[in-house]
């Protein structure tokens, strides 16, 4: 087993007090978790909804019964832990370079941590997580100034089912709507109207007209890039 790099000294940029201890507490979380596990992957993600990744997290605690976030004082759990949103703290934790990385070729992940990225540290078997995440693709609804993916065109079946009360609303939102012997109707007999096109961004009037009809466009998924092996201190691409 490759000898351990801990014990370093982290040397910050000059800050309040209060926010060094912080950074610091942060960076020595995330190399407990390293320590406590049996391997480390990088990781990005798709269309992120807290409300997913909460059960993406609560998968990797086991039980779920310690629900608390990744900047938790929760440093006696050996549980799977995850990281992210903090790139440039999770660099020094992990190490820059090969002289400063925390243990044997974890600087090879660090230099990949930048964007939409963070990393797991799980015991549990690295095909298992493969699988978990190969399979991850939760359906959510589209936000303002994402790319639409496909073109949607509402139907006059789709309209009628809403209240009539809702008419202003739809106006408001660019709908070419009117009541029509008691039911919400397109203007001039129009069977369907264009909400989206693929490949342009959507509005937030879009967005929230896919919302009223129960249109989801988008996706919340994970994607593992590489994994770290403590044993062997090995990094594998995925």
Same mark, same amino acid.
């Given at each position: 087993?490759?000898?351990?790099?801990?014990?370093?000294?982290?040397?910050?940029?000059?800050?309040?007090?209060?926010?060094?201890?912080h950074k610091t507490k942060y960076i020595e979380m995330v190399r407990q978790?390293?320590?406590?596990?049996?391997?480390?992957?990088?990781?990005?993600? +798709?269309?992120?909804?807290?409300?997913?990744?909460?059960?993406?997290?609560?998968?990797?605690?086991?039980?779920?019964?310690?629900?608390?976030?990744?900047m938790s004082d929760d440093t006696n759990s050996t +549980?799977?832990?995850?990281?992210?949103?903090?790139?440039?703290?999770?660099?020094i934790a992990l190490g820059r370079t090969p002289e400063d990385e925390y243990s044997d070729n974890l600087h090879k992940l660090s230099k990949d941590l930048s964007g939409s990225v963070g990393i797991l540290c799980t015991n549990q078997k690295a095909e298992d997580v493969e699988e978990y995440f190969a399979q991850l693709s939760v359906e959510d609804f589209a936000r303002a100034g994402a790319i639409s993916p496909r073109t949607v065109l509402l139907t006059q079946e789709q309209v009628e089912t809403h209240p009539v009360s809702m008419i202003e609303l739809f106006r408001k939102?660019?709908?070419?709507? +009117? &009541?029509? &012997?008691?039911? &919400?109707?397109?203007?001039?007999?129009r069977a369907d109207w264009e909400v989206c096109k693929e490949g342009k961004e959507l509005s937030v009037e879009q967005c929230k007209v896919l919302v009223h009809m129960g249109v989801?466009?988008?996706?919340?998924?994970?994607?593992?890039?590489?994994?770290w092996e403590k044993e062997e201190g090995s990094v594998e691409e995925l």
């Open positions: 087993m490759p000898k351990s790099k801990r014990h370093q000294r982290v040397v910050l940029t000059q800050t309040a007090k209060k926010t060094r201890d978790a390293i320590d406590a596990n049996d391997r480390v992957y990088l990781f990005s993600y +798709e269309n992120m909804r807290s409300n997913h990744f909460k059960d993406v997290r609560l998968h990797f605690r086991g039980d779920g019964k310690n629900n608390k976030d990744s +549980e799977g832990r995850l990281f992210l949103g903090k790139n440039k703290l999770l660099q939102l660019g709908l070419p709507v +009117e &009541v029509k &012997v008691g039911r &919400v109707a397109f203007i001039g007999g989801k466009l988008a996706a919340f998924k994970i994607g593992l890039a590489c994994r």
